[in-house]
């Protein structure tokens, strides 16, 4: 739950940035991912005692949702930085960065959307089957 109240203030101080920016709309996706994915750690925080996993799965679930939501948070604020557009081309449209500016948000973008993923699997996994009560 930490880790969510940290998110939630570093996107508050990215909606602060967001004015200088190279592209000012992807800073505003940036902010808003920090706040979601606060709001996100910091429910799965609130129902973490209620996920039967192991303690093996435990601990990845726990991993994974945290890289997955900082790398969320800072990979989009890098392409509001660097103003980058192939796989955020709505909230880039109009920008193009640099090939190399490019490669690295997208090397960054694709994994933690496949974390974020894997996340919520083990997340669903989890909250199913019979209760612990």
């Given at each position: 739950?930490?880790?969510?109240?940290?998110?939630?203030?570093?996107?508050?101080?990215?909606?602060?940035?967001?004015?200088?920016?190279?592209?000012?709309?992807?800073?505003?996706?940036?902010?808003l991912?920090?706040?979601?994915?606060?709001?996100?750690l910091?429910?799965?925080?609130?129902?973490?005692?209620?996920?039967?996993?192991?303690?093996?799965?435990a601990?990845?679930?726990?991993?994974?949702?945290?890289?997955?939501?900082?790398?969320?948070?800072?990979?989009?604020?890098?392409?509001?930085?660097?103003?980058?557009?192939?796989?955020?081309?709505?909230?880039?449209?109009g920008?193009?960065?640099?090939?190399?500016?490019?490669?690295?948000?997208?090397?960054?973008?694709?994994?933690?959307?496949?974390?974020?993923?894997?996340?919520?699997?083990?997340?669903?996994?989890?909250?199913?089957?019979?209760?612990?009560?």
């Open positions: 739950m930490w880790h969510g109240a940290l998110l939630l203030f570093l996107g508050l101080l990215t909606g602060l940035l967001v004015p200088a920016l190279r592209n000012p709309r992807m800073g505003v996706s940036a902010h991912e920090a706040l979601m994915n606060g709001f996100f910091l429910i799965l925080g609130i129902v973490w005692k209620e996920l039967r996993l192991s303690a093996r799965a601990t990845a679930t726990f991993r994974i949702a945290l890289f997955g939501t900082y790398m969320n948070w800072g990979f989009t604020l890098l392409g509001g930085a660097f103003g980058t557009s192939r796989l955020t081309p709505i909230a880039g449209s920008f193009i960065g640099e090939a190399w500016q490019e490669a690295f948000v997208a090397a960054g973008l694709v994994p933690l959307v496949l974390a974020m993923i894997v996340c919520s699997v083990l997340v669903l996994i989890g909250l199913s089957g019979p209760s612990r009560e």
